[in-house]
């Protein structure tokens, strides 16, 4: 399981280092490739082990193309971005540069935990996001699971 938020940099070359403490957890996990992606709703990147990649890829390819927009989508931008990625000696993975272009980064960015995957944001677009979800009011459709959460 992979959670937290981690500031972290990308090198002039288009590589990001991976945090020390995911290190082992995906060593132990995948033990070597992962599929790098886009986020299909999202102007952010998607990291999965392979191992979990593969279940989502299957999920996306059996959904009905021929009648659904949504589905096109994900089969689109998820599927159709999919990149194999290795760490390299030094725990960095090079994010190719169509990827980068997508998720509109810069030097800085962030890596957020979401249980089986990784999303990667410019640091930029993260703050921003956050903050309109912080200045969003509360309104009468939010649903009862949330509302009944012990925060």
């Not at 996990?29 to 279940?55: A, E, K, Q």
């Not at 949504?70 to 990625?85: F, K, N, P, S």
């Not at 290795?86 to 960095?92: E, G, K, M, P």
């Amino acid at each position: 399981m992979f959670r937290g938020i981690n500031p972290i940099n990308l090198d002039t070359k288009g590589r990001l280092a991976l945090p020390a403490k995911y290190r082992d957890r995906l060593a132990d996990r995948c033990d070597g490739p992962m599929i790098l992606t886009v986020h299909p709703f999202d102007r952010c990147l998607l990291l999965y082990p392979m191992v979990d990649w593969r279940l989502i890829e299957a999920q996306v390819n059996a959904l009905p193309n021929s009648t659904s927009r949504q589905a096109r989508r994900l089969q689109h931008l998820m599927v159709g971005y999919a990149t194999e990625l290795d760490l390299d000696s030094a725990n960095r993975l090079l994010i190719p540069s169509m990827h980068r272009e997508h998720a509109e980064f810069e030097k800085r960015l962030i890596m957020v935990g979401q249980g089986q995957k990784f999303e990667i944001w410019s640091e930029a677009r993260w703050t921003s996001m956050t903050e309109a979800y912080l200045d969003e009011p509360i309104g009468e459709d939010a649903s009862v699971e949330l509302i009944n959460l012990s925060l």
